[in-house]
């Protein structure tokens, strides 16, 4: 676990100007996770009510992709806790191992995904043939925009962390800024914003496709 070397006092001190600069941070977080929740609230919705209209008698087969996708996302987000166990006691080598897990999961999940997509064409459906395929394209295709840029910080973090591994100077450091610790929760709480949002579609497509 680390520990404050700049004395009591400093440590007081600078506590309330870490949480004052953290908050704008954390608030603007929320309003974007909300922001974005609401979105495919709303699309999901859309989506829900237009096949349950049965407009047309398009039918879809349920791509067995997404069960592999979500199954990877659900066990990259566990390792990415057990990695921010180990950031907060300052183990730079088993961060690196979880994290490079995750990273490996969320590669896993876009792979899958792409394929899930690609066998959806294969039956003939396209965009033009059904509104509600555009909706489940918008949906699909916004939420893996999320894992895409939440995939590019887990490498960034997979760097971080090989950077460090081995260099017990720049590792002290590194765990001693309460920014980078900040950093890292902010980013567990996008991914854990996003694998839940997944599995809320998930259930959606599988009950309407």
Known sequence: MRKDTTGKGTSKTFLPI???RSAPYKAFLFYALL????????????????????????????????????????????TLSISRNYHLQDQAQNMLLTLTASLLLSLVFIAFQV?????????????????????????????FLHIVVGTIYLFYLNLKSFDIWK????????FSNKFEGLRFELFCSYWYFSTGLWLFLFLVFFYSL
């Open 18 to 20: 870490y949480k004052e």
């Open 35 to 78: 922001g974005s929740g609401l979105l495919f609230l709303a699309l999901s919705i859309m989506f829900i009510v237009w096949n349950s209209q049965q407009i047309t008698a398009t039918i879809v087969q349920f791509p067995k992709s997404f069960v592999i996708s979500t199954l990877a996302l659900l066990f990259s987000s566990y």
């Open 115 to 143: 394929h899930a997509v690609f066998s959806i064409l294969d039956q003939g459906l396209y965009v033009n043939f059904e509104v509600s395929l555009l909706f489940l394209y918008i949906i699909t295709g916004f939420h």
């Open 167 to 174: 260099d017990p100077v720049k590792s002290l450091i590194y």
